[in-house]
T-cell receptor
Framework: DAGVIQSPRHEVTEMGQEVTLRCKPI?????LFWYRQTMMRGLELLIY????????DSGMPEDRFSAKMPNASFSTLKIQPSEPRDSAVYFC???????????FGPGTRLTVT | GQQVMQIPQYQHVQEGEDFTTYCNSS?????IQWYKQRPGGHPVFLIQ?????EVKKQKRLTFQFGEAKKNSSLHITATQTTDVGTYFC???????????FGTGTRLKVLA
């Protein structure tokens, strides 16, 4: 198994631009998580899905952030418009159940100038 | 909201010394997980603890869940340079029904 796949690995964009991050979870996993990691705020859960349905999006910073999971093998996290304070590493993780061991992807390092 | 503190925030040890990080929650936990993140890498699952007072060992690593299920510890015996990284606890409560990651402890091992 290739593990959790994220793309792109690095993204540099200008303030105001739309950014889309992509994630392919491990096949057979029913839960998918999006995290953001910064030095100041640590590792924050943004949103998670069970069986493609968003369960908890209380960590999504504001309306500029949105996430979708159209099927069991693909999810996106979109930021529109992006701001410099969105600069961070964004991780996607998947697990068999919402309480189980989480497998993290390699992350996307986002820089907004 | 729920707070999950880990202490210490940083720890530098000489190779061969022991290391312990503590994870403290303000609420009673259903279970707790531990992860390790190498510099520049992603978090990797180490273990999950469920029962009150539970102790689990993985080679030089010993994990313990407190009797009141509000705290946990990770102890590394005789550290090696390969132990370098940040160790996170992730706590799960029936109230939130999700994992919340602790602040992490960054370990440096000096050869």
């Amino acid at each position: 198994d290739a593990g959790v796949i994220q793309s792109p690995r690095h993204e540099v964009t200008e303030m105001g631009q739309e950014v889309t991050l992509r994630c392919k979870p491990i096949s057979g996993h029913n839960s998918l998580f999006w995290y953001r990691q910064t030095m100041m705020r640590g590792l924050e859960l943004l949103i998670y899905f069970n069986n493609n349905v968003p369960i908890d999006d209380s960590g999504m910073p504001e309306d500029r952030f949105s996430a979708k999971m159209p099927n069991a093998s693909f999810s996106t996290l979109k930021i529109q418009p992006s701001e410099p304070r969105d600069s961070a590493v964004y991780f996607c993780a998947s697990s068999l159940t919402s309480e189980g061991e989480q497998y993290f992807g390699p992350g996307t390092r986002l820089t907004v100038t | 909201g729920q707070q999950v503190m880990q202490i210490p925030q940083y720890q530098h040890v000489q190779e061969g010394e022991d290391f312990t990080t503590y994870c403290n929650s303000s609420t009673t936990l259903s279970n707790i997980q531990w992860y390790k993140q190498r510099p520049g890498g992603h978090p990797v699952f180490l273990i999950q603890l469920v029962k009150s007072g539970e102790v689990k060992k993985q080679k030089r690593l010993t994990f313990q869940f407190g009797e009141a299920k509000k705290n946990s510890s990770l102890h590394i015996t005789a550290t090696q340079t390969t132990d370098v990284g940040t160790y996170f606890c992730a706590v799960f409560t029936s109230g939130t029904y999700k994992y919340i990651f602790g602040t992490g402890t960054r370990l440096k091992v000096l050869a």
